[in-house]
């Protein structure tokens, strides 16, 4: 079982920053990327911004305003997001590439955390 874990979301008004972390745990054996998406209501959910060994990757919509970074020692990886703007407003998902130690390779959501931008 593996679960990702979501935390730091909330309100904040226009221009200002949030940061979110997701930490994986359970049997991982080792993970490949990792990422962010998210889900404005009544919307498709869309990558924000993704992690591999290999560097990142953005959205148009949150290229320098937002930066995702990866702690490897302890499953986890941060979204900082900067002069956040409404239409950032939605709930936002971490995912995540993971090899379990059975040897097969899983994809993992985590639960989600409300992110809301007031003008």
């Known amino acids: 079982q593996v679960q990702l874990v979501e935390s730091g979301g909330g309100l904040v008004q226009a221009g200002g920053s949030l940061r979110l972390s997701c930490a994986a745990s359970?049997?991982?054996?080792?993970?490949?990327?990792m990422g962010w998406y998210r889900q404005a209501p009544g919307k498709q959910r869309k990558l924000v911004a993704a992690?591999?060994?290999?560097?990142?990757n953005y959205a148009d919509s949150v290229k320098g305003r937002f930066i995702i970074s990866r702690d490897n020692a302890k499953n986890t990886v941060y979204l900082q997001m900067n002069s956040l703007q409404p239409e950032d407003t939605a709930v936002y998902y971490c995912?995540?590439?993971?090899?379990?130690?059975?040897?097969?390779?899983?994809?993992?959501w985590g639960q989600g955390t409300q992110v809301t931008v007031s003008s």
């Open positions: 995912n995540a590439d993971i090899r379990v130690l059975d040897g097969y390779e899983h994809d993992y």
């Open positions: 359970g049997s991982i054996f080792s993970i490949n990327a």
């Open positions: 992690i591999t060994s290999g560097g990142t």
